[in-house]
């Protein structure tokens, strides 16, 4: 079963405007952490923020917030003010209790149109 | 600058070579990783270490083999590549459960 779903593979968003990437997960696991990566057109990969399933606060780390919603398995990215700068692939990413390994979605590509 | 280095950062194979990607870590992180990336597919993992001299299957393997034998490096190999092994390889590191370092990846073209 895929374990981090990302159901929009495409967004446009104008230039100044709010976007929210949608991210489930699934997992039988009570410790768990939450991720968001951004991969440019150059390739490499870029942490943007992190929640801990025992956090009661959302993450947001400047422009980016992560609503989490534990009851709904859900850790959506929200982008305010988009720029131009932020067109690129955005991946949410899940650990699973004491593993370290990150198991990702299948990302989603976000064009911010002037 | 510190972080984790991969090396090559682009290779041509033909069908059935082999060869050794290499990555390394400055950053004295246990755990290292190898993942894959596919279009539509996000990032794969293929395997992974919790120490030197420890490596472990993530959940595409085959057709691959690691080894850690210095804390600070994590090869991978492909011993017959394949076409299906055409893709974009990433290594990672982490010492804690939050705090991950990617390599810059290595595109890999298998033909």
């Known amino acids: 079963a895929q374990k981090i779903t990302q159901t929009q593979p495409g967004m446009f968003v104008q230039e100044k405007e709010a976007v929210t990437l949608d991210c489930t997960y699934d997992?039988?696991?009570?410790?768990?952490?939450l991720f968001w990566y951004k991969q440019p057109s150059s390739g490499e990969m870029i942490f943007l923020i992190y929640?801990?399933?025992?956090?009661?606060q959302n993450a947001t780390e400047g422009r980016y917030s992560l609503n989490f919603q534990k009851a709904r398995k859900s850790a959506n990215l929200v982008i305010s003010a988009s720029q131009l700068g932020d067109s690129a692939m955005y991946f949410c990413a899940m650990r699973e209790g004491g593993d370290y390994k990150l198991s990702f979605g299948a990302g989603t590509t976000v064009t911010v149109r002037a | 600058n510190a972080g984790v280095t991969q090396t090559p950062k682009f290779r041509v194979l033909k069908t059935g070579q082999s060869m050794t990607l290499l990555c390394a870590q400055d950053m004295n992180h246990e755990y290292m990783y190898w993942y894959r990336q596919d279009p539509g597919m996000g990032l794969r993992l293929i395997h992974y270490s919790v120490g030197e001299g420890t490596t472990a299957k993530g959940e595409v393997p085959d057709g691959y083999n690691v080894s850690r034998l210095k804390k600070q490096n994590f090869l991978l190999g492909l011993e017959s590549a394949a076409p299906s092994q055409t893709s974009v390889y990433f290594c990672a590191s982490s010492r804690t459960a939050n705090g991950y370092t990617f390599g810059s990846g290595t595109r890999l073209t298998v033909v």
């Open positions: 929640q801990g399933s025992y956090d009661e």
């Open positions: 997992t039988s696991d009570q410790s768990y952490g």
